[in-house]
């Protein structure tokens, strides 16, 4: 019974996480060194010796005392109190050694001694935590702080205090933001304080106040619960980052943007009077060339109207390429909507094109249809150049028959605010391969190099079109067959405008008709 009693009571010092020392009194023999003692030291406990404290293992664990002391503090029971240092494992660890308790051997007779050994080296790193926490808000570059229910201040870190203008903490607390110099934004603030204390929820936002420097800020701030281990709200937490540089950037950056967007204005709109005054008459002066050279029976002058009608041509062809080049860099070029007259755009682009289908004998029509309202609101610069491209492509592949355009209003939204526009170029051209279909929306696609000195250009137009039609947000297709000619469709949405828009037209019911041959001029 007495064994099982021995064996109950080791079982039960054990299971101590702290270390523990059995000494008989008075001797100090070592009467049970618990396994975590043992593990800790290396102290192995030898049943069949009598082993003393002292000397062995009161050096071992560095003791101050003498036995014959110990034995007098013992006798005494004073709140005996001794801490260790020393390094164990490449970690320095602190062990406080204290009596637990004197009472009854119950090994055998007389009383007994636990000596109590307790790991405090946590506590340590509990205070370095703390003070390197404490530094780390302290010296944050955003300002925390944090308040009660009733949104008076209960600490805040030194980025606060430089805020309000005060130099210790002491003096900001239980102050609210009524007392404080952004007072005039006060009451913005605690409304959202009160929101984060009434739903529990963490929120974002940005505010302003006045420093005591007097200056204005601009803060992004996030502010959340403070709660209790029950879950009860006891104030709020907030972090606030000053934004006011980056809000003045964005100004500045607003500003820059909109001289930009008005010097891209400005660009498209010398690019599109480029492109009539000045592509126009040379397009006009090379096709009246040729056709008065087909007439003409002198044959030096049939070379010199020639040499007019190559020149002109060769400036011509400059023309479109630098328009080629600088449209397929416009994705820098920013959307531009603006109201203006569909119906003019289009008879506008087809008198651009008169001269070239007129030296060819080229019959060229449009139609538009009656529900296709004059007045719309869209980009009329990328529009226009993609009508322009479609025509010009359509012109240059075609030697005989006809080049149509027409134009319907395909879908309205319910909203009755954008329409989507159908936009069909067809002509009798040389037409495209299947295999050729997918690749000609390239850019500097050319589809027979070998024909090169045919088919001038820098392969470049369809490709124009393609991008302005997808910055459009519209879509593009072609159906084409060898020797029968193409058809290109573009749907493209533009802005309904509501009031404005006058009755069509008669004219605009039926077809509009160019019929040029040789007979007419």
């Keep these: 019974m007495k064994q099982k009693l021995n064996n109950d009571f080791c079982t039960f010092l054990d299971m101590f996480d702290d270390m523990i020392i059995v000494l008989k009194k008075p001797s100090l023999e070592i009467v049970y060194i618990n396994s975590k003692a043992k593990a800790f030291y290396h102290m192995p406990q030898k049943k069949k010796q009598t082993i003393k404290f002292f000397p062995t293992y009161a050096k071992k664990i560095d003791f101050p005392y003498t036995h014959t002391k110990f034995q007098k503090i013992c006798a005494l029971q004073p709140d005996f109190d001794y801490c260790q240092q020393l390094q164990a494992e490449e970690e320095s660890v602190e062990i406080r050694w204290s009596i637990a308790c004197v009472q009854q051997n119950p090994f055998g007779t007389g009383s007994v001694i636990l000596l109590r050994g307790q790991n405090i080296s946590y506590l340590r790193r509990i205070s370095e935590l703390d003070a390197t926490l404490k530094s780390v808000v302290d010296n944050a570059p955003v300002s925390i702080y944090w308040k009660n229910k009733h949104g008076k201040y209960l600490g805040c870190n030194n980025y606060v205090l430089k805020m309000a203008g005060l130099d210790e903490k002491d003096e900001l607390l239980n102050k609210t933001d009524d007392e404080l110099p952004w007072n005039l934004y006060a009451k913005k603030v605690s409304r959202v304080d009160q929101k984060v204390v009434e739903t529990g929820e963490t929120y ?222 067809s002509d009798t051209g040389i037409g495209i391969s299947e295999n050729n279909l997918s690749f000609i929306f390239e850019k500097f696609s050319r589809l027979n190099s070998a024909n090169r000195n045919v088919y001038k250009g820098a392969g470049l137009g369809l490709r124009i079109v393609k991008q302005f039609v997808e910055e459009l947000k519209g879509n593009i297709k072609v159906e084409s067959e060898i020797n029968e000619g193409s058809t290109f469709t573009a749907t493209i949405p533009l802005q309904l405008i509501n009031n404005i828009n006058p009755d069509h037209a008669p004219e605009n019911e039926k077809m509009k008709s160019d019929v040029i041959n040789k007979s007419s001029v």
């Design 204 to 425: 974002h936002l940005e505010e302003t106040g006045k420093l005591a420097n007097g200056n204005l800020h601009t803060y992004v701030a996030s502010k959340s619960p403070i709660k209790n281990k029950a879950g009860k709200i006891l104030g709020i937490v907030g972090f606030s980052f000053d934004i006011t540089d980056r809000k003045k950037m964005e100004e500045q950056l607003k500003i820059a943007m909109k001289k930009a967007q008005e010097a891209n204005r400005v660009k498209a709109q010398f690019i599109e009077n480029m492109e009539h005054d000045l592509r126009t008459p040379c397009l006009g002066i090379a096709s009246l060339a040729e056709l008065l050279a087909k007439k003409e029976g002198d044959p030096e002058k049939h070379e010199d109207l020639l040499m007019i009608v190559d020149a002109g041509k060769q400036l011509l062809n400059l023309f479109n390429t630098i328009l080629d080049f600088d449209y397929i860099d416009s994705h820098g070029l920013p959307i531009i909507n603006e109201k203006f007259d569909l119906h003019q755009l289009i008879e506008r682009v087809i008198n651009l094109e008169k001269p070239p289908a007129k030296s060819r004998n080229i019959d060229m029509s449009y139609k538009i249809s009656s529900e296709v309202p004059r007045y719309v609101f869209g980009d009329h610069f990328r529009l226009s150049r993609i009508i322009i491209n479609l025509l010009s492509n359509a012109l240059k592949f075609t030697f005989k028959g006809e080049v149509k355009i027409n134009v319907t209003m395909k879908t309205i939204t319910k909203n009755n605010y954008t329409g989507f526009f159908e936009l069909k170029v």
